[in-house]
């Protein structure tokens, strides 16, 4: 919600393994050329990322960050289906 400038659109979709989250957004993307003090920059390490990513690598799954081509970001992550 912070970095939309007004929407932000959750889909969550059944995969073979699992269930695929994405969070979508029409904020300004991530940037192609970031400045070293840009907190948008595609390898931020800010708290809510890294609190994220850990989270995420406690279940199995990795954060995947990409730029949407319409603008915006795109957040996604699987979460494995257990026995």
């Known amino acids: 919600l912070e970095h939309a400038h007004h929407h932000v659109e959750v889909r ?5 393994n699992g269930v695929c989250i ?3 957004d029409d904020g300004p ?3 192609a050329s970031p400045s070293a ?4 920059r595609a390898d931020a390490a ?3 990322l890294q609190v994220a990513r850990r989270i ?3 279940h199995g799954s ?6 949407r081509p319409e603008g915006g970001c795109c ?3 699987v979460l494995a289906q257990r026995s």
Request: hydrophobic residues 50%; aromatic residues 4%; without cysteine.
């Open 37 to 40: 003090n840009d907190p948008r």
């Open 29 to 31: 993307g991530l940037l």
């Open 56 to 58: 995420l690598a406690a």
């Open 62 to 67: 990795a954060l995947e960050l990409g730029d």
């Open 22 to 24: 994405e969070v979508l």
């Open 75 to 77: 957040s996604r992550f």
């Open 12 to 16: 969550a979709t059944s995969v073979a």
């Open 46 to 48: 800010g708290l809510g």
